[in-house]
């Protein structure tokens, strides 16, 4: 069974910097894209923030590209979000997923194989 757990979360003021992680277990796929996104209270998720696939290729969504990076840790089975320049607006329970099997491309969540619990991020200005 495939297991996502976030964690790195916390509270950081307007500028600063957080690293979440996302630590999987029970992959068996050599196909896959892990995908970061976020639920602002109130608000529904937006879209995939960024992905790392299996490929080692890369996408960042507009709203966080130039200030948060994506990358994997192979040896530990965790993908990394490192979160710079962080705004009040970034605020939001932030979700690792894992899309599974050829051909995952990380871009639609509702293709989003397996889901972590969440973990909580505070900007304050």
């Known amino acids: 069974e495939v297991q996502l757990v976030e964690s790195g979360g916390g509270l950081v003021q307007a500028g600063g910097s957080l690293r979440l992680s996302c630590a999987a277990s029970g992959f068996t796929f050599d196909d896959y894209a892990i995908g970061w996104f976020r639920q602002a209270p109130g608000k529904e998720h937006e879209e995939v923030l960024c992905?790392?696939?299996?490929?080692?290729?890369?996408y960042y969504a507009d709203s966080v590209k130039g200030r948060f990076t994506i990358s994997s840790d192979n040896a530990k089975n965790t993908v990394y979000l490192q979160m710079n320049s962080l705004k009040p607006e970034d605020t939001a329970v932030y979700y690792c997923?894992?899309?599974?099997?050829?051909?995952?491309?990380?871009?639609?969540?509702?293709?989003?194989?397996?889901w972590g619990q969440g973990t909580q991020v505070t900007v304050s200005s």
């Open positions: 997923a894992a899309e599974m099997g050829p051909g995952a491309t990380g871009r639609a969540a509702d293709e989003y194989d397996y």
């Open positions: 992905i790392f696939s299996s490929d080692g290729s890369t």
